[in-house]
């Protein structure tokens, strides 16, 4: 073979039209992006995570919108999962728990962010729709409740008018009298007492206040006050832990030693409590759902199922149960912003509320059946245990929380 043959065709080389394919071939090569590869290992990544180390494709130094979307989107899982879940929560039991167990997860939101999205926004509706006020006018609470002798509107006004502490405390005590006179008169009247008992003190109350606005250094009030406090702290002692550490006994102290002056503040303004509590109770909650897990796997343990499956049960269960809390806040909120009492339209409210109330534990005995799959006898008494167990622990869980939060105000 001559060396001419082994050689490439020089005109071929030196033709025009092969050039110019060679040129578009080089400019398509560029044009082309490369294949994403991991910053980290370097392997070509075949989706947003990388499949030999796991890193993410995506940092955090991206745009802040789009942070913002991927951070609700992880914690809430707020997308279109959040309509196919919440149906079935409602008025389906057990139906989101089944298809956990039967492997189709990703159609509906998780468990955890269920029920953590729906206890965050549950109580933090409550907080926002509710108000425990006690400073309230004599109208408000008693203005169809007359007698001779007695105008409520009238004693509000002449102790709002009074000039001198002693004429405060004249009013005062004659309406005290009067109303003494008209729970006698009533006798056993249900309803009667209880109101004319509140009435007093809306006296007792208004006076007070008119009183240190007159003449601070003569009020009875701040004396009955004091008074009051020194009795909470006497009655209150620091509980001790035999064989807790010293730390955790002189903590529990520190904190009793707050209670008689939080409890003086509450008594001024309930909505102090109110807003500490309803922010410690989805804490609450979360911690006690362990528990409720575990006295599940005892009632169950020769379904020899997993804790992990009970847990999913107990997330459930709580985020049914937070679902129908915000629901009856919001139907409590659109009677009193829709309706006038004694009305059809508040009746159909008051019905739904009573027919959201007794579904609340139909559900959860329907769920337990279902998940279980045990006969109606033991599902039933299992269910009662189970619901006084569980009453009793977190009864005391909330009165921890309560204590610890007036302590913490």
């Given amino acids: 073979m001559s060396n001419t043959d082994t050689l490439p065709d020089q005109d071929l080389i030196a033709s025009p039209q092969h050039s110019d394919l060679a040129t578009r071939a080089c400019e398509d090569s560029a044009s082309t992006p490369a294949a994403p590869h991991c910053g980290n290992c370097g392997v070509l990544l075949l989706g947003p995570h990388c499949h030999a180390c796991g890193q993410p494709e995506k940092s955090l130094v991206r745009q802040f919108p789009e942070l913002i979307g991927d951070f ?25 728990t089944s298809e956990y167990f039967a492997g189709r997860r990703v159609r509906y939101v998780s468990p955890v962010r269920l029920f953590v999205f729906l206890c965050l926004t549950a109580f933090f509706a409550a907080n926002l729709s509710s108000d425990w ?16 002798g ?16 002693e004429e405060v405390l004249r009013l005062r005590d004659q309406a005290i009298k009067d109303i003494a006179e008209i729970s006698a008169e009533s006798g056993e009247v249900p309803g009667v007492t209880g109101l004319l008992g509140g009435v007093e003190q809306l006296v007792r109350q208004r006076a ?20 009051q406090q020194t009795t909470v702290s006497q009655k209150i002692t620091a509980p001790q832990i035999e064989g807790a550490p010293e730390a955790v006994n002189a903590w529990f102290a520190r904190q009793s030693a707050k209670l008689p002056q939080n409890i003086s503040r509450i008594a001024k303004d309930p909505n102090l409590l109110k807003d500490a509590l309803f922010s410690a109770i989805p804490s609450t909650l979360f911690v006690m759902l362990p528990f409720f897990a575990l006295f599940l796997g005892l009632l169950y343990v020769f379904k020899r199922r997993l804790y992990m499956e009970h847990l ?7 985020a049914f149960l937070s679902l129908a809390l915000l629901l009856m806040v919001l139907m409590f909120d659109l ?7 004694h009305t059809l339209p508040q009746a159909l409210f008051n019905l739904a509320l009573l027919a959201l109330g007794l579904w609340m534990p139909v559900y959860l005995l329907l769920m337990q059946k279902r998940v279980y799959g045990q006969g109606w006898p033991m599902t039933a008494l299992k269910f009662s245990v189970l619901g006084l167990v569980y009453f009793i622990l977190l009864s005391t869980a909330t009165t921890i929380t309560a204590l610890a939060s007036i302590a913490g105000l």
């Fill in 72 to 96: 609700f989107g992880t914690v809430f899982g707020l997308d279109s999962r959040i309509a196919r879940t919440l149906g079935p929560l409602l008025v389906n039991p057990g139906f989101l």
């Fill in 312 to 318: 999913i049960v107990a997330l459930h269960s709580h």
């Fill in 150 to 165: 007695v105008d409520l509107n009238s004693v509000e006004l002449d102790i709002t008018s009074a000039t001198s502490v």
């Fill in 335 to 341: 009677r009193a912003w829709l309706t006038e009492p």
């Fill in 208 to 227: 007070a206040k008119r009183i240190a606005q007159l003449d601070p250094a003569v009020v009875a009030g701040p004396a009955e006050e004091e008074s």
């Fill in 133 to 148: 006020r006690t400073d309230v006018s004599f109208s408000q609470v008693g203005a169809d409740v007359t007698s001779p």
